[in-house]
């Protein structure tokens, strides 16, 4: 019977681990991902996605403003990853237009997309997305629109920036107000790698240069009409002074655009590197050691306690021949008859722990994927999604954690704390959710997740991790209870005064320290390609610093476990759980220096959006890296009174 069950439960494992390797390559070869080959003639698909700012963090859809639009818009598919990010990608004007010629190696100059004349209220939207610093988003062949900036060593690489801004604040020639102006004319560059035998061609880059330029023309507006401001032939803007396109009520504006093909040395499998190859690498390496050099510090540490303490403390306490003796000796030997008595809110610290696996497993995996190549940029959410689907699938391990330790504690009601497991981290995260979705919402941004999804959520909560949750705690109390190596006192012992430095107040804070310490350089980069929408790539570095935070966590918490034994203070359970996840508050204190130092956000909703992800985020962290303390210091504490003579 336990073979079958042993069997199945194998099975299962693989069923999910095929499931996700099936779900990330069909993501990875989705129509726009795989390679597309075009001759030259052939129509190019601009798409275009949502506005973004840094200062608001709240995505708009493209057409939200009057900007020119097809006939009719059609909505991309969109994964789930694609819709919690705000992504609303939909086709443009730029194609399927008959006054418009985007097509592969046919460069245009001067084409005219659309003439707009601004009212009152497209005025104000203009205005305010040109104020709030809002970009526009496009996608050519799945690579997205970026704008080349030079640095100040020319011989380096320029810098790309993810879209162009809608326009800018500032003051023009004879005036002393400033003036909102609009980027109406768009200098497009598709770069392209040529195959000299078939003379097919795949792009390989998409850069724009913006300009504001207020058009002109003879006569009345027509089809075929010419503009002064602009010279096909010469292939230059000309007259006028390249005078800007203001934003104001009843003005008339001409949207343009150029476009120019180059041929590059680049080939379609290395494309994506100019666009995350732009961060210094020396200062991931500074962080990989100053991460090791915490580990280096605390493995001498365990490795002085485990080796030469606890060696000598347990020959001496098997030495002793008589129990007046053993009655002399102090030491963390004395509380071996409570140090593995169930603590207070024992189901509080099982539904913790389960919770903990879950997400570690989670981590794990997704690691695993990127660093394999899965989840790369160009598998737009596919991160997103894949952390989703696993949080689903790893309920299965929470149940079955949570449920192993709720038997050990002598619990009988598996049911019980199977709900629990299943319900009180994801009911608080989605509460949360909800309130800054319904403030999304209240600003009308394509952020807000719709009601749809919200049900696709909450169907992946309730209908596969809630059951998953309730088959592994049936699996995990079927189990036989976990033996503790030493009997337990029915009477507690007295616990002595303790130290200033043994507080738990104190260490719990000070245990916090340094698994933050060995993070922190990391997630200025995570926290900068969330909220400064820029790529993140380097899971290689990530997976390393994953590793050490695993290290760190388990060898600090063991290291302040042994010093409160040692001060017979056998309370240890919950302590070592929030040793370690104290480190959340600091990653919490971090992102408000962050938000403070670092982002420009001055509207209330944006700031509540900030700090209420943030605090989603540091709730996992404590999660995470307290289960990582607790297992620490539960096989820590099992290991060493399994080694001592108890009579």
């Known amino acids: 019977m336990g073979a079958r069950r042993s069997l199945a439960f194998r099975s299962l494992i693989s069923a999910i681990v095929l499931l996700l390797l099936t779900y990330n390559a069909y993501s990875f070869y989705l129509p726009g991902v795989a390679p597309q080959d075009f001759d030259k003639g052939d129509l190019l698909n601009v798409k275009v996605n949502k506005l973004t700012s840094t200062k608001t963090q709240l995505p708009y859809s493209y057409y939200s403003l009057p900007y020119c639009h097809p006939e009719t818009i059609v909505d991309s598919r969109e994964n789930l990853g694609e819709v919690l990010r705000g992504d609303r990608i939909e086709n443009s004007a730029y194609v399927l237009n008959r006054f418009v010629q985007f097509k592969m190696r046919e460069p245009q100059m001067c084409k005219i997309a659309c003439r707009l004349t601004l009212d009152a209220k497209t005025a104000k939207e203009f205005k305010e997305k040109i104020e709030d610093e809002y970009r526009v988003n496009m996608i050519l062949d799945n690579l997205p629109l970026v704008v080349p900036i030079q640095r100040l060593d020319q011989e380096s690489p320029p810098v790309y920036q993810l879209g162009f801004h809608v326009g800018l604040k500032g003051q023009y020639t004879g005036s002393k107000d400033e003036k909102n102006f609009i980027h109406n004319h768009l200098k497009f560059t598709v770069k392209y790698h040529r195959d000299m035998q078939t003379d097919l061609a795949r792009i390989v880059g998409f850069e724009v240069k913006p300009f504001s330029v207020k058009h002109e023309y003879e006569g009345k507006w027509t089809e075929n009409t010419h503009l002064t401001t602009c010279d096909p032939q010469a292939k230059q803007m000309v007259s006028n002074n390249n005078a800007p396109q203001q934003v104001e009520e009843k003005q008339e504006i001409i949207f343009t655009y150029d476009v120019e093909f180059q041929e590059s040395d680049v080939k379609w499998a290395s494309r994506w590197d100019t666009y995350l190859l732009m961060s210094d690498d020396q200062i991931h390496w500074f962080s990989i050691v100053n991460s090791l050099m915490i580990v280096l510090f605390l493995s001498g540490m365990v490795a002085m306690i485990m080796l030469r303490t606890l060696y000598r403390d347990i020959s001496k306490y098997n030495e002793l021949e008589t129990q007046e003796e053993a009655q002399e000796e102090t030491g963390w030997k004395l509380v071996h008859g409570d140090v593995f008595?169930?603590?207070?809110?024992?189901?509080?610290?099982?539904?913790?722990?389960?919770?903990?696996?879950?997400?570690?497993?989670?981590?794990?995996?997704?690691?695993?994927?990127?660093?394999?190549?899965?989840?790369?940029?160009?598998?737009?959410?596919?991160?997103?999604?894949?952390?989703?689907?696993?949080?689903?699938?790893?309920?299965?391990?929470?149940?079955?954690?949570?449920?192993?330790?709720?038997?050990?504690?002598?619990?009988?009601?598996?049911?019980?704390?199977?709900?629990?497991?299943?319900?009180?981290?994801?009911?608080?995260?989605?509460?949360?959710?909800?309130?800054?979705?319904?403030?999304?919402?209240?600003?009308?941004?394509?952020?807000?997740?719709?009601?749809?999804?919200?049900?696709?959520?909450?169907?992946?909560?309730?209908?596969?991790?809630?059951?998953?949750?309730?088959?592994?705690?049936?699996?995990?109390?079927?189990?036989?209870?976990?033996?503790?190596?030493?009997?337990?006192?029915?009477?507690?012992?007295?616990?002595?005064?303790?130290?200033?430095?043994?507080?738990?107040?104190?260490?719990?804070?000070?245990?916090?320290?340094?698994?933050?310490?060995?993070?922190?350089?990391?997630?200025f980069f995570i926290l900068t390609s969330i909220w400064l929408n820029q790529f993140y790539y380097i899971?290689?570095?990530?997976?390393?610093?994953?590793?050490?935070?695993?290290?760190?966590?388990?060898?600090?918490?063991?290291?302040?476990?042994?010093?409160?034994?040692?001060?017979?203070?056998?309370?240890?359970?919950w302590r070592s759980y929030l040793t370690s996840g104290s480190s959340a508050l600091y990653l919490f204190l971090y992102a408000a220096f962050y938000f403070f130092t670092k982002l420009e956000i001055t509207k209330p909703v944006s700031g509540a959006l900030y700090f209420g992800y943030m605090l989603i985020g540091s709730y996992a962290f404590f999660v995470l890296t307290g289960t990582i303390g607790f297992y620490a210091c539960f096989w820590f504490t099992r290991l060493i009174y399994s080694s001592v003579k108890i009579d």
């Open 341 to 523: 008595r169930p603590p207070n809110n024992s189901e509080l610290l099982c539904v913790c722990a389960g919770t903990g696996v879950q997400f570690f497993g989670m981590i794990l995996v997704t690691m695993i994927f990127a660093v394999l190549g899965f989840l790369s940029p160009s598998n737009r959410g596919g991160l997103m999604t894949a952390m989703l689907m696993l949080w689903v699938f790893m309920g299965l391990f929470a149940g079955y954690a949570s449920a192993r330790l709720y038997k050990m504690f002598k619990g009988s009601e598996w049911k019980k704390i199977a709900l629990r497991t299943a319900f009180l981290f994801p009911a608080t995260v989605f509460v949360i959710f909800f309130v800054l979705n319904a403030l999304i919402w209240g600003q009308k941004s394509s952020g807000a997740v719709p009601f749809g999804t919200m049900f696709a959520l909450v169907f992946l909560w309730f209908g596969i991790s809630v059951p998953l949750v309730f088959v592994g705690s049936y699996v995990g109390f079927r189990k036989p209870a976990i033996e503790d190596p030493v009997k337990t006192n029915k009477i507690p012992r007295q616990i002595p005064e303790q130290a200033w430095y043994m507080n738990p107040i104190f260490s719990i804070l000070i245990g916090g320290i340094l698994p933050f310490g060995a993070v922190f350089i990391e997630l």
């Open 539 to 573: 899971f290689g570095f990530l997976f390393i610093v994953f590793i050490i935070l695993i290290i760190t966590c388990a060898e600090i918490t063991i290291v302040l476990c042994y010093f409160q034994l040692c001060s017979e203070d056998y309370l240890w359970w």
